[in-house]
């Protein structure tokens, strides 16, 4: 009954910027968190960023911080993930996942629902 997908993923040139949605549907959004992960082939998932739905605190990782914007807009139940001088590494699958508001933000086991994924590619 969960369903999330993700959106706006495409092909950009190096060092443009990229901003993907995630729309959620059919969740209770009281104590959940919202996270975008990565994924490039034949490597592990990767969190990059969480935020809690209610309050609006956020999580990012080391290796992307200073690159991209996590954010909601409550109305639309929708998740977004802004992502800033793309480089070539940034060219992967990226996912939207929910799940409770736990201290292992970045960890996949973590969640309960994911989305099927949006494809990034960067163009140099």
């Known amino acids: 009954q969960v369903q999330m997908v993700e959106s706006g993923g495409g092909l950009v040139q190096a060092g443009g910027s990229l901003r993907l949605s995630c729309t959620v549907s059919?969740?209770?959004?009281?104590?959940?968190?919202m996270g975008w992960f990565r994924q490039a082939p034949g490597k592990e998932r990767e969190g990059i960023s969480c935020i809690n739905w209610s309050a609006g605190k956020t999580m990012y990782s080391d290796s992307v911080k200073d690159r991209v914007t996590i954010s909601r807009d409550k109305d639309k139940n929708t998740l977004y993930l802004q992502i800033d001088s793309l480089e070539p590494e940034d060219a992967v699958m990226y996912y939207c996942?929910?799940?409770?508001?736990?201290?292992?933000?970045?960890?996949?086991?973590?969640?309960?629902?994911w989305g099927q994924g949006t494809q990034v590619s960067v163009a140099s």
């Open positions: 996942a929910s799940g409770p508001w736990v201290g292992h933000w970045d960890r996949e086991g973590e969640y309960t629902y």
């Open positions: 059919g969740l209770n959004f009281d104590g959940y968190a």
